[in-house]
């Protein structure tokens, strides 16, 4: 019965390696996000996409690419990963209808570690 | 684009008294103010928002305030319980057709008992 669920929770992966996120929501919500949240904890968007389009694209590293199958998915694939990507990242999403960044569910979030 | 502030970055509290968290904003267009609460280990749970029609809103023991001329907005919470000890974020939208939420830093609360 989870909302939004990420897989995995925990990854521990070695620089230089390329690693998949992955994010589902059941909520029946049209937009998705992914966030990173740093060491500092500060909250920053990077991608957003509704009903599968792109509609945010951050200053992020070309190496970070996200892909939405359809609109209850949304995964985040990085290249080469490097130390300064070790991070939390969250997957949210907002319910249709609202055309903004209304009322977004989190889910639990990924613990990527480079070494 | 947008900047949030949020203070203080940690609030020590006596369970049953009351915190307050206070942000301002930069974007004057900006019409949306969510406010998340992180417990540890966990993704940031939605606990209240207020739209700029609005000058306050409450749910229980939470309640926010906006003030849209001096650009700032706040968390109350009183009756403060060991529950409440998590991590606050308050953040800012233009509201429709901005899907982007400007995060302040948030605050790490901690309620004594």
């Known amino acids: 019965d989870t909302a939004v669920s990420q897989t995995p929770k925990y990854l521990v992966t070695q620089m230089g390696n390329d690693k998949s996120i992955k994010c589902e929501q059941n909520?029946?919500?049209?937009?998705m996000y992914w966030y990173k949240q740093d060491s500092k904890k500060f909250l920053k968007i990077m991608f957003s996409?509704?009903?599968?389009?792109?509609?945010i694209n951050e200053t992020v590293p070309n190496r970070f690419s996200p892909k939405s199958p359809d609109k209850a998915h949304l995964n985040l694939h990085i290249n080469s990963l490097e130390l300064g990507d070790s991070a939390v990242y969250f997957c949210?999403?907002?319910?249709?209808?609202?055309?903004?960044?209304?009322?977004?569910?989190f889910g639990p979030g990924t613990r990527l570690t480079v070494t | 684009g947008e900047n949030v502030e949020q203070h203080p970055s940690t609030l020590s509290v006596q369970e049953g008294d009351s915190a307050v968290i206070k942000c301002t904003y930069s974007?004057?267009?900006?019409?949306?103010f969510p406010w998340y609460k992180q417990e540890l280990g966990k993704g940031p749970q939605l606990i209240i928002d207020?739209?700029?029609?609005?000058g306050e809103k409450k749910d229980q023991r939470i309640a926010v305030t906006l003030n849209k001329t001096a650009k700032h907005f706040s968390l109350h919470i009183t009756e403060t319980q060991p529950e409440d000890s998590a991590v606050y974020f308050c953040?800012?939208?233009?509201?429709?057709?901005?899907?982007?939420?400007?995060f302040g830093a948030g605050t790490t609360v901690t309620v004594r008992a």
């Open positions: 949210a999403s907002s319910p249709p209808g609202r055309g903004s960044a209304y009322e977004q569910y």
């Open positions: 974007d004057s267009a900006s019409n949306y």
């Open positions: 953040a800012a939208s233009l509201g429709p057709g901005d899907y982007k939420l400007s």
């Open positions: 207020i739209r700029s029609n609005v």
């Open positions: 996409y509704n009903n599968k389009e792109l509609i």
């Open positions: 909520l029946g919500h049209d937009t």
